[in-house]
């Protein structure tokens, strides 16, 4: 069986970096799109069916198909009735997800190693988990946790739901809150078993809020600008070259005032 499951990992592998480089041409998109979901169904299915770990099979089917089902459903109604002009806050909000994911599983799994050894009389953390493991978990959780915050604070900018927000070395704290995040990482391997658990969700923590603060500055706008101009189709050439970084609304409207359609655009550099 594990043979077939690394066949299922292997070929998934490949539709994802097929689906990836399809993605680059807005001709092949959708396609991409699918050939890439076709492998992670195919991987998903694999694990739930032939996944095995000391003789024993994968089990909460009923929660596994519970969650695909609700997830299913909901994301097609939301794909549905989403306007073209609101795309940019759901893919932020996608991203969030997939990141949220990331770092929720690698939280269970260190939940499982910690509660495993937490009983193991004068251990060290690192005594009893290989440093390897314990790299692909903090990574996981540092980097979807980055990516679930920032993919938030750009959701809210993008619906006008967050607000700006700046102070003086930003940057500094930013880099300062990073470094702890860090020094929580080492921290955490080298704790004793039975407190290890709690330096880890402080680097939860603290990860979480460099990805806002960061991202909430990139974002940072000095207010919207509104620029009036009588164009015909197809030739606005507004010079942004003299914006602030942040988000911007386009409105289309009539000579009467009514509104055609509206987009916004970041700027990020």
Not at 12 to 38: D, E, H, Q, V, W
Not at 64 to 77: A, D, E, R
């Amino acid at each position: 069986m594990s043979g077939i499951l690394s066949i299922c990992y292997l070929i998934a592998s490949i539709t994802f970096i097929l689906g990836l480089k399809m993605l680059s041409n807005p001709a092949n998109a959708r396609k991409g799109n699918l050939i890439a979901a076709g492998g992670m169904a195919l991987a998903i299915a694999g694990t739930i069916f032939l996944y095995e770990s000391d003789g024993k099979k994968l089990g909460n089917h009923i929660w596994i198909f519970g969650g695909l089902i609700i997830g299913s459903i909901i994301g097609t109604l939301t794909a549905k009735k989403v306007k073209m002009t609101s795309m940019p806050e759901l893919v932020s909000f996608f991203n969030g997800m997939g990141g949220a994911c990331a770092a929720l599983i690698s939280i269970v799994e260190f939940d499982h190693l910690f509660r495993a050894n937490e009983m193991l009389n004068s251990s060290f953390f690192s005594d009893v988990v290989p440093v390897g493991h314990y790299l692909t978990i903090i990574a996981g959780v540092i980097i979807g946790s980055i990516s679930f915050a920032g993919s938030m604070i750009a959701w809210g900018k993008l619906s006008g739901k967050v607000k700006d927000f700046s102070f003086k070395g930003q940057h500094i704290f930013n880099l300062l809150i990073f470094a702890l995040a860090l020094i929580g990482v080492v921290y955490t391997y080298n704790s004793n078993t039975h407190v290890a658990i709690i330096p880890f969700y402080i680097t939860v923590s603290l990860a979480l809020n460099t990805a806002t603060d960061y991202i909430a500055d990139i974002y940072n706008t000095s207010g919207t600008i509104i620029s009036h101009q009588t164009v015909k189709a197809n030739t606005w050439t507004q010079d942004i070259t003299s914006y602030k970084l942040g988000v911007y609304i386009i409105e289309v409207k009539t000579s009467n005032g009514d509104l055609i359609g509206k987009s916004k655009f970041v700027k990020v550099n």
